[in-house]
């Protein structure tokens, strides 16, 4: 792109000089042009000038046996040009004439001879131009008249150093109006190059100002531009929408996180207060169930901690994998047996299967092991109880699956794409299985630092299948 544009600005400079010559040739070869094909052009010159005619005319003039005569080609150039010949001896007489006016004179003085050739004869109507022809030992004088009223010619006289001095301001005027013809052009040219580059300043500043509805037409020399123009401001148009849907997803979780928060809080304070303040007098056991409520409600609080730490960490790549090799099967099936032995999923219906009994994949057990318990967690905090959920670990070629599925009630197209989200909490959880909102993104988060893939497929009133792929 920046080759393209310096190219075209040195092949405007280039262009302008051209013109510029151009010009000035066409100027010059339009003058000799006129000369070459006009014989009425008074600065004619070559062949076809009344000079050059008079030159060449000695080879049509001949002797006779009357006496001198001229060639009939030497008539048709005469009869072309409009002319007339005298043939003069020695002594300026005439002995030969072909197409002499009546006017013109049949004897000239040495004066004559002079002053004919010197100015034009106003009784002829004629411009004279005199030639010498030799022969038999004599020498010959011919008048050739060109009755042309267009025909002249002047005798200069002129000073070298007004010349020369005539020259400079000639060629200075040259030089400045060239000049101002380049100046000209050049004003054309930098106005159809200057004149998009302001529109796109003025489109910078507009995205400056956050003003993405700025879009242009993609032409002209500086196309690609306006296209990646075109394409920062969709770029930053969804940018945005999507910073403002972020910032509204962590507005709302903060909100949910709060009032999760406080629930048992309050509840911890409320029974430390109570087991504090000496109006009570509880009996152990009382005091054993207070302090196992406390003790549930704390483990809540320090869950909702660890994964926002954990968050932060694997999205800031400031967690270090401790890779070691891992039965992914042991793994995925201690996983599966935890989440049973929790008392509040104790009578879900859980299905294990795996292809193999040993599958060694180089992995962060700890990490790995949160990832499937987060997924298991999912699928059945948002579905009833007597949905099963199907559990699965698979070697295929060079990778294995770990696929949690269900047959529920399925995920909405629009939640679907936002299940990796951060602070996104589905609106199916239900209120005894508030979490932090993070476990989806956790998951995810855990399997793309292992460089593996997660996918989900879901269709609703139908189930959920998400699928996990790591290299073995």
């Known amino acids: 792109m920046k080759w393209r544009l310096t190219g075209r600005y040195l092949a405007s400079v280039v262009l302008i000089v051209v013109i510029v010559i151009f010009i000035n040739i066409l100027v010059v070869a339009g003058i000799f042009i006129q000369q ?15 000079e050059a005619i008079t030159r060449s005319f000695r080879k049509e003039i001949f002797m006779s046996e009357s006496g001198m005569a001229i060639t009939g080609q030497g008539k048709e150039t005469l009869e072309r040009n409009d002319a007339w010949v005298q043939i003069l001896d020695e002594n300026g007489k005439q002995i030969y004439g072909y197409r002499v006016p009546l006017e013109a004179k049949t004897k000239y ?18 411009t004279v131009f005199i030639g010498e022809k030799q022969g038999n030992g004599e020498r010959y004088s011919y008048l050739i008249g060109f009755q042309n009223p267009y025909l002249e010619r002047n005798i200069l006289t002129y ?31 930098s106005k159809r190059l200057t004149r998009p580059l302001s529109a796109l300043i003025e489109g910078i500043k507009q995205l400056a100002h956050k003003n993405y509805q700025v879009r242009y037409e993609t032409k002209g020399i500086y196309k690609d531009v306006f296209y990646n123009v075109n394409v920062l401001t969709e770029e930053l148009q969804a940018s945005e929408l999507e910073r403002k849907k972020l910032d509204r997803m962590k507005e709302e979780w903060i909100a949910n996180i709060s009032h999760d928060i406080k629930t048992p809080l309050a509840s911890i304070q409320g029974y430390a207060e109570m087991m504090r303040d000496k109006d009570y007098d509880f009996t152990a056991e009382e005091m054993r169930d207070y302090a196992e409520i406390i003790e549930r409600k704390s483990h809540y609080l320090k869950d909702v901690i660890e994964d926002l730490n954990l968050s932060t960490r694997l999205r800031n790549k400031g967690l270090t994998l401790n890779l070691k090799s891992v039965n992914i099967v042991s793994l995925v099936r201690n996983a599966v047996i935890d989440t049973l032995n929790d008392t509040r999923y104790g009578s879900r219906n859980i299905d294990f299967r795996y292809s193999d009994e040993m599958i060694l994949v180089e992995a962060d057990d700890i990490l790995i092991r949160r990832a499937v318990a987060n997924l298991i967690y999912n699928a059945v905090v948002h579905n009833d109880e007597d949905v099963a959920v199907e559990v699965s670990v698979e070697k295929e070629r060079d990778f294995v699956r770990i696929a949690v599925e269900d047959h529920g009630t399925g995920i909405k197209k629009e939640e679907l794409e936002r299940i990796f989200d951060r602070y996104y909490r589905g609106t199916s959880t239900g209120e005894l299985h508030k979490g932090s909102g993070l476990g989806m993104a956790i998951a995810h ?5 292992h460089g593996g893939e997660i996918h989900v497929e879901s269709e609703l009133r139908s189930g959920t299948r998400i699928e996990i792929l790591l290299h073995t």
Not at 42 to 50: I, K, L, R, V, Y
Not at 161 to 187: E, H, N, P, S
């Open 159 to 189: 000073d070298i150093r007004k010349v020369g001095r005539f020259l400079q301001v000639g060629i200075l005027t040259v030089l400045c109006v060239d000049g101002f013809i380049a100046l000209c052009i050049a004003y054309l040219f």
């Open 36 to 50: 070459s094909q006009s014989p009425q052009y008074p600065f004619q010159e070559g062949d076809a000038s009344a």
């Open 445 to 449: 988060d855990i399997v793309k630092t």
């Open 109 to 126: 003085t040495p004066m004559d001879v002079v002053q004919t050739y010197k100015y034009m004869e106003k009784e002829l109507m004629s």
